[in-house]
T-cell receptor
Framework: QKEVEQDPGPLSVPEGAIVSLNCTYSNSAFQYFMWYRQYSRKGPELLMYTYSSGNKEDGRFTAQVDKSSKYISLFIRDSQPSDSATYLCAMTPSGGYNKLIFGAGTRLAVHP | DAGVTQSPTHLIKTRGQHVTLRCSPISGHKSVSWYQQVLGQGPQFIFQYYEKEERGRGNFPDRFSARQFPNYSSELNVNALLLGDSALYLC??????????FGSGTRLTVV
């Protein structure tokens, strides 16, 4: 079993839809939870991160962490065609210099 | 301010050859990590360096090695290339979690 599970999709939604992206994990030591966006042939770009449990909002994006269920989510409101990309969840046990454990990534396509 | 720069952007190598990939971190970042991303999968951790010392190594064979220089730039070396080494190799620099900034990667094709 992988440490981080993420549905690879693809996910196709109309412009303006609310998108929900999810990951589950097995390692209870994870403390930092990150969402990266990766456009084709580019490196991952950090969208937002959450420390421990709770919610965090940044514009059209909301990240949620439920440590009791080992489940994290990223919501995108009013989705735009420019949001079409692969979304990667990533986790690490603590601060400092620890490796990131990534999910497989979910491909999202937002069509006009 | 320049981001993480990687070179080359693309290269094609033959099985059995050796390859060296290079990474320059963001100015002030003393930590560099390397990841391998196979098509359709998430990045897999290879190495992490901080202040020129190896701080972590992923589950990769000894054919993979890396080093960090006094100016904090880094090289990833892969010997005896296999077809399965074809991937996007990503470098990330950091001041510490969660602030990892990735470069655009080097796309390696082994034929």
């Amino acid at each position: 079993q992988k440490e981080v599970e993420q549905d690879p999709g693809p996910l196709s939604v109309p412009e303006g839809a609310i998108v929900s992206l999810n990951c589950t994990y097995s390692n209870s030591a994870f403390q930092y939870f990150m969402w990266y966006r990766q456009y084709s042939r580019k490196g991952p770009e950090l969208l937002m991160y959450t420390y421990s449990s709770g919610n965090k909002e940044d514009g059209r994006f909301t990240a949620q962490v439920d440590k009791s269920s080992k489940y994290i989510s990223l919501f995108i409101r009013d989705s735009q065609p420019s949001d079409s990309a692969t979304y990667l969840c990533a986790m690490t046990p603590s601060g400092g210099y620890n490796k990131l454990i990534f999910g497989a990534g979910t491909r999202l396509a937002v069509h006009p | 301010d320049a981001g993480v720069t990687q070179s080359p952007t693309h290269l094609i190598k033959t099985r059995g050859q050796h390859v060296t990939l290079r990474c320059s971190p963001i100015s002030g970042h003393k930590s560099v990590s390397w990841y391998q991303q196979v098509l359709g999968q998430g990045p897999q951790f290879i190495f992490q360096y901080y202040e020129k010392e190896e701080r972590g190594r992923g589950n990769f064979p000894d054919r993979f090695s890396a080093r960090q220089f006094p100016n904090y730039s880094s090289e990833l070396n892969v010997n005896a290339l296999l077809l399965g080494d074809s991937a996007l190799y990503l470098c990330a620099s950091s001041l510490g979690a969660p602030g990892y900034t990735f470069g655009s990667g080097t796309r390696l094709t082994v034929v």
